[in-house]
Nanobody, 121 residues
């Protein structure tokens, strides 16, 4: 069983900062991509940032220069440092990991339960 456990969400004023963490646990052979997505009420889930096993980082245009993704492979953990938060960043943030549970299995996507981030104006 694979679990992704997120932490760090909460309520913050505009201009403030939050750091999200997501730790993967269970039977894991390798992790290809770890990342963050978010979903605001009435909207589709959208990519925020991803970090591949080879070190390639991708950000949504809306968060470039404000958010920083990092990854600790030894801890199987991905972080999202969010600065200069805006009310439009309000959403449920989901951790995603594309990983293999064994050498013989193809990579699959796993999701965390989501953590609420609310930015007040």
């Amino acid at each position: 069983q694979v679990q992704l456990v997120e932490s760090g969400g909460g309520l913050v004023q505009a201009g403030g900062s939050l750091t999200l963490s997501c730790a993967a646990s269970g039977t894991i052979y390798s992790i290809n991509i770890m990342g963050w997505y978010r979903q605001a009420p009435g909207d589709q889930r959208e990519l925020v940032a991803t970090f591949t096993s080879s070190g390639i980082i991708n950000y949504a245009d809306s968060v470039k220069g404000r958010f920083t993704i990092s990854r600790d492979n030894a801890k199987k953990t991905v972080y999202l440092q969010m600065n200069s938060l805006k009310p439009e960043d309000t959403a449920v943030y989901y951790c995603n990991a594309n990983l293999r549970v064994s050498y013989y299995r193809i990579p699959q996507d796993y999701w965390g339960q989501g953590t609420q981030v609310t930015v007040s104006s």
